[in-house]
């Protein structure tokens, strides 16, 4: 069974920058992609990008072209988003989740609430 | 990359059948057949209940559906129960490797 298993909340000052892992077990980390998706409180899921782990490639939807960073360790089997330039706007539970091959997000970590405050 | 559009809110009596919709584009919803539906309950972990516009993987009751036409899919729920009341988010591929979400609709079951 396939598992994803995120980092600890965080607490981040405004224009700091803030670094989330995502550790996958289960299944081989390499034949699946890793997705992250964001939640603000009160609104909506956000898909912010896509990592390929063997290599490397990422996309990123528009909004988070200039300020998030995925990357990975395939040793570890572990997938990391880290998002820039901090604001109030930026508070939310941030998700992996990997692609099921079918255009899907099939299994998803627990989430990892970021709150930027001053 | 604007997120399609879907009711705030739907709901239904215990026994009966609601549909969400789901508009986007002929760039998203309607270029692929590529829409998921997520069936998200608070404080829990995004659950896939439809992949590929219509089809349901395995364990997920027959009760859930998915339908397109043109630049709106749907999802149907039918036989309401109880334990559907959740929030319900569609999904679509977008092209050049992007996808993108729905606002979410709240189902009541009254």
């Known amino acids: 069974q396939a598992q994803l298993v995120q980092s600890g909340a965080e607490v981040k000052r405004p224009g700091a920058s803030v670094k989330v892992s995502c550790r996958a077990s289960g299944y081989t980390f390499t034949d699946y992609y890793i997705h992250w998706v964001r939640q603000a409180p009160g609104q909506g899921l956000e898909w912010m990008g896509r990592i390929i782990p063997t290599t490397g490639d990422t996309h990123y939807a528009q909004s988070f072209q200039d300020r998030a960073t995925l990357t990975r360790d395939t040793s570890i089997t572990t997938a990391y988003l880290e998002l820039s330039g901090l604001t109030s706007d930026d508070t939310a539970l941030y998700y992996c989740a990997r692609d099921g091959q079918k255009w899907d997000f099939d299994y998803w970590g627990q989430g990892t609430l970021i709150t930027v405050s001053s | 990359q604007s997120a399609l559009t879907q009711p705030a809110s739907v709901s239904g009596s215990p026994g009966q059948s609601i549909s969400i919709s789901c508009t986007g584009t002929?760039?998203?919803?309607?270029?692929?057949?590529?829409v998921t539906w997520y069936q998200h309950h608070p404080g829990k972990v995004p659950k896939l209940i439809i992949f590929e516009t219509t089809k349901r993987p395995s364990g997920v009751s027959d009760r859930f559906s998915g339908s397109k036409s043109g630049n709106t899919a749907s999802l149907t729920i039918s036989g309401l129960q109880a334990e559907d009341e959740a929030d319900y988010y569609c999904c679509s591929y977008a092209g050049g490797a992007t996808w993108v979400f729905g606002g979410g609709t709240r189902l009541t079951v009254l």
């Open positions: 002929s760039s998203d919803v309607g270029g692929y057949n590529r």
